[in-house]
């Protein structure tokens, strides 16, 4: 019933760029944070980036600072990850969440997740 769904990952050279889309349903997306989150086998979610419900404050993992940039259009109830100048390194597969604040959010905030997208980035 209530979920998030991404879509637009796919298969890149590094130093290309994607555009991910994280599509919500059954609840109030405008009054919610957001953020996404990458996942590798074997290794722990981390944090990539979150933005406020408004809009007015984003926040970035410094592994992508200066290349990823997370937007929102609360009128569609989709939230946005532009990737810029893709490194191998950010080959995951990339959560969408929901969440109470976007400034503390962390695995342990998330209070929604999507089901995932897959980001490959060829060296």
């Known amino acids: 019933q209530v979920q998030l769904v991404e879509s637009g990952g796919g298969l890149v050279q590094a130093g290309e760029s994607l555009r991910l889309s994280c599509a919500a349903s059954?609840?109030?997306?405008?009054?919610?944070?957001m953020g996404w989150f990458r996942q590798t086998p074997g290794k722990e979610r981390e944090f990539v980036a979150a933005?406020?419900?408004?809009?007015?404050?984003?926040y970035y993992a410094n592994s992508v600072k200066g290349r990823f940039t997370i937007s929102r259009d609360n009128a569609k109830n989709t939230v946005y990850l532009q990737m810029n100048s893709l490194k191998s390194e950010d080959t995951a597969v990339y959560y969408c969440?929901?969440?109470?604040?976007?400034?503390?959010?962390?695995?342990?905030?998330?209070?929604?997740w999507g089901q995932g997208t897959q980001v490959t980035v060829s060296s």
């Open positions: 969440a929901a969440g109470l604040s976007a400034q503390s959010m962390d695995v342990t905030g998330v209070n929604l």
């Open positions: 059954g609840y109030t997306f405008r009054n919610v944070a």
């Open positions: 933005i406020s419900w408004g809009g007015g404050s984003t």
